[in-house]
């Protein structure tokens, strides 16, 4: 069995973790390239029209790994609302068209996460014995909250860097020596080093960045191919970035706190009561609670990334211009269609008024 | 006497007779909104966010002309129709959308709708919004029963006698075979239109098809006028487990009328639509199979008349002459 998986932000270096931990047997794990141009006109090419930028650039990515050589792929399903639960039907059809003859191995990530992502990782190895697993998966996690951690850092360090780059350069570097990790102990101390490093890069100790949050749908939010690296383009501006939406949180919270009965989003639910008074589907409801509670916790502004025709941020984007916590929202689209130099002026401009707004307010 | 306001649009189409035999039972007035026309059309669009679909700018028109002539808006928010099929996002998002968009609509009524929940759950939410009316628990029992055999009555009528949900509402009851469109029924051409009801039978949006379809000499079959068990049947080949409640719609009846040996089938959609966006895949792949002529007209706001109708014409066109070789 020779499985590809689709890219997801870095999802893929936990997932080569803990392939490599457990020595899949005659089972090979897959990766297919970095998404790209290529990936995106691969999946534009063979998608529906309509189908939303997800869509089209995990295609693109199955498409790719099958040209590896991949038979089986793992994809992600959803039972709700939006068009996730269709995904994996409909783009086996696409790869059986175009003479790939593959099998899909899914992944519930709306219900019984913990024990679906187990399930596959069992398949995958054989069956390997489940302290065995269990210890891969942990270690493949360590990665993920490493890689996270470490992101946290540069977001703040990226807006107030004197030499513009220098925490990028230490970032990827970080994300190359986290992937190369064999051990738990390896991966803390790359961890340290790297936060160390950022800790020390030369900073302007009088910058006041602005503070802008970033929210939308969890795929174009975390996959930076999908957004045009806006995160980075905001840090270039000098803004300091704060997204609550991570795959490590997802992860905490899904396979371990959500059976306990914590919700991570039961505030921001709170928070969007009054305008959206149930889940729509996606990340829509997160959404609009989020304008509320950035507006209160005194950001600057929120930029709403959503992919073309996503129906559960299209509600949100109706709703939130109405709330009475007022915040400047810029919602960017994410399709194909996108080209940087025009979302940069987009972010230049946001920003610009931002600037002033704080000028007004004598802040 | 309290008014109930109903836009025309969206689930009005499936529903209407329910909710209308509901309210009345309640003592309630129902007051609906006028077919959709220029003034609906662009009050809706001017509101909502460009993204937005066609048929939701639509309703929110609806709402506005609606606004100062009822004491309640009934906007159900419906999540499921089925086991694990779920409606789109924005029928969820639509009595909060209408909030946020349409400041002066009266009070809303938005009992949510989930028949994943169970019936118990269902029945709740029945009473809870017929206690706005009366806290009579019987009448308000009465009442839903009285809905749901408005409803299966309504859909038989449209199944049996082969009409819109138009013609039903508005009692027009003439059957398709007394129409005297053309008397030669045989050598006519069977069109079948699929789509959401929302925007088949709303003549503003789709630039009357269907009636342009019937002057041009064919017999126009939509999903509501094949029998619910046989949508369902035939669906179920094609997908297993259907994960939109409109699959039924578009996907079964697609797959139906393709069984049927129609001469063609016509899908209308609109652009934006999620749950279309991955549907109608499916209906082009099986016409491929059946070899049979197959029209996507996909319609936006900018949709001009003459565009749409040279479509049409051209695929009548090539529906004749095809059936007339093959004949």
């Not at chain 1, 999946?43 to 939303?52: D, F, I, L, N, Q």
């Not at chain 2, 009316?133 to 408005?150: L, N, P």
């Not at chain 2, 019937?214 to 994960?243: N, Y």
């Not at chain 2, 008349?305 to 004949?327: P, Q, S, Y």
Request: proline share 5%.
């Amino acid at each position: 069995m020779r499985v590809g998986i689709p890219h997801f932000g870095l999802v893929y270096i936990p997932i080569k973790a803990i392939a490599r931990k457990l020595g899949a047997g005659d089972n090979e794990l897959i990766i297919p390239p970095l998404t790209s141009q290529r990936t995106l006109d691969l999946g534009v090419k063979y998608s529906p029209a309509e189908a939303c930028l997800p869509y089209k650039l995990t295609l693109g990515n199955l498409i790719e790994a099958c040209e590896l050589g991949a038979d089986t792929l793992a994809h992600a399903r959803g039972t709700g609302i939006c068009r996730l639960g269709y995904y994996a039907k409909n783009q086996e059809q696409i790869l059986q068209d175009l003479g790939y003859n593959v099998r899909f191995l899914t992944i519930d990530v709306s219900h019984h996460k913990f024990r679906s992502i187990m399930r596959l990782v069992k398949d995958m190895t054989n069956n390997a014995p489940w302290p065995e697993v269990i210890s891969a998966f942990y270690f493949g996690m360590s990665k993920l909250f490493a890689l996270d951690k470490i992101e946290k850092v540069v977001h703040k360090v990226r807006a107030i860097e004197l030499d513009k780059g220098t925490a990028n350069q230490i970032y990827r570097e970080a994300i190359k020596a986290i992937d190369e990790a064999t051990t738990g102990k390896e991966v803390r101390r790359t961890t340290g080093e790297c936060i160390d490093k950022l800790n020390r890069v030369p900073i302007d100790p009088t910058a006041n960045p602005v503070k802008v949050g970033i929210v939308g749908e969890i795929y174009v939010v975390l996959e930076p191919f999908a957004n045009m690296d806006i995160e980075m383009e905001l840090g270039k501006l000098g803004v300091e970035v704060k997204r609550t939406m991570s795959l490590s949180r997802w992860v905490k919270y899904s396979f371990v706190l959500n059976p306990l009965g914590i919700d991570e989003w039961k505030e921001v639910h709170k928070a969007a009561m009054p305008y959206l008074k149930r889940d729509v589907g996606g990340d829509g409801w997160e959404s609009v609670g989020e304008k509320v509670v950035h507006a209160r916790e005194g950001y600057d502004g929120m930029i709403h990334l959503a992919p073309f025709t996503c129906m559960p941020e299209i509600v949100a984007q109706n709703i939130m211009s109405s709330t009475k916590e007022d915040i400047p929202v810029l919602t960017v689209l994410c399709d194909e269609q996108m080209a940087k130099p025009g979302m940069i002026t987009r972010l230049e401009a946001f920003v610009d008024l931002l600037r002033f707004r704080r000028k007004r307010r004598g802040i | 006497m309290v008014k109930v306001g109903i836009p025309r649009a969206l689930a009005y189409y499936q529903y209407y007779p329910a909710w209308k035999t509901f309210f009345e039972k309640l003592g309630a007035e129902t007051v609906v909104s006028p077919p959709t026309n220029r003034a609906i059309f662009s009050s809706g669009n001017s509101r909502a966010v460009a993204e937005t679909c066609l048929p939701v700018k639509v309703f929110f028109g609806h709402v506005i002309s609606l606004a100062d002539k009822c004491d309640y808006m009934f906007i159900p928010a419906i999540r499921s129709l089925g086991r694990k099929a779920y409606h789109c996002s924005k029928f969820l998002g639509l009595p909060d959308m209408t909030k946020a968009l349409v400041p002066e609509c009266p009070a809303i009524l938005d009992p949510e709708i989930d028949l994943n929940k169970g019936r118990r759950n269902l029945e709740k939410i029945i009473y809870s919004l017929g206690s706005h009316f009366t806290s009579d628990k019987g009448k308000i029992k009465k009442a839903a029963e009285e809905a749901r055999e408005a409803n299966s009555a309504y859909r038989r009528e449209m199944s049996d006698r082969g009409t819109t949900p138009v013609q039903v509402i508005d009692g027009i009851c003439q059957s398709k075979e007394n129409s005297g469109l053309d008397s030669d029924v045989s050598s006519q051409l069977k069109i079948a239109v699929i789509g959401h009801a929302y925007i088949i039978y709303d003549d503003y949006v789709n630039h009357r098809l269907i009636s342009r379809l019937e002057a041009m000499g064919a017999r126009v079959s939509t999903p509501e006028m094949a029998h619910q068990e046989a949508l369902d049947i035939a669906m179920t080949k094609l997908v297993s487990k259907p994960h939109w409640s409109f699959e039924v719609d578009v996907i079964g009846a697609g797959e139906y009328y393709l069984e049927a040996k129609f001469d063609g089938i016509i899908t209308v959609a609109v652009f934006g639509c999620g749950p279309d966006s991955m549907m109608v895949g499916k209906v082009r792949h099986r016409a491929r199979e059946f070899g049979t002529p197959f029209l996507l007209l996909s319609l936006d706001e900018h949709t001009s008349e003459g565009g749409l109708v040279t479509r049409l014409e051209a695929f009548v066109d090539m529906v004749k002459r095809r059936k007339r070789v093959c004949v």
